[in-house]
């Protein structure tokens, strides 16, 4: 089901920035370099409510997916999907960021495991004392800078993350706790946030494609669709559609090399 097909990723396209919205444009052309997300929301775009805005966006990857439809004829998406993002999330009124727009946009279009991370969080004390809590986002969240341009040792670092915490031991007293959080489970796609103040010091390395084991002896592979960037309050996109790579700068589209950037904010993975 939603396996990795280029078919379901429509040719790039800039989108009209008409209020300071590159924070949303960039997430639009993102989300929509997602080939298994695309064909989950054509598949499902009849269980979404008429007026809402998981309808009007699986309506929209329909007509520039499968229709192929022009995106001229289809108007200045950014403040359409922005009118129609009403309730709990106010994409508008809320912080004007690449994150947040995302984990909003995934919420409402509330696509079942598609975007699942499931990890298992341990806090382990020097006197072997431990409490594990599992946890399931929409996002696969790295705390600390990865220091690496090798693909294994980023894999590595993303299955399992050890750091310092502030926890006080109710059994030995001793302050000295280190959280360890363990990858367990993964879907179709993985969003990275790599947003953090600790990493935006950084130039972070990541690679096109993650290969995570599987238990079988069998192999996950994930293909890097897209990327956010931001740097100086703007927002952009760099976003892979038919095997080439393109930057979307709001309305600006056109091929371009793909490049490990120095200002990632958000990187898109999709299993192939
Ligand atoms: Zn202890």
Redesign the pocket.
Known sequence: MFQYNTDFVPQPFGLANYSSICWLNSCIQCLLSLPSLNQYLIANEHKYKEGTFAREYSKFVRSVVVDKNNINNVGPLGMLLVSQATGPHDLINGASCANSAIVAIQDLLNADNIFDVITSSTII?????NSTLREKNNYLRVDFPLNTNDPNVFREILMQQVHRVDYK?N????DK?VRKIDLRRLEKIIVIPFHSKTLMKYSQWFPEFLEFPKPDDGKLTYKLCAIVEHSGGHYWAHINSHNSWYMANDSSCYADMYNCSDTPFILLYNQV
């Not at 004390?125 to 004392?129: A, E």
């Not at 059994?171 to 001793?174: E, L, Q, V």
């Open positions: 004390c020097q006197c072997r004392s031991c059994k030995c007293g001793s706790a």
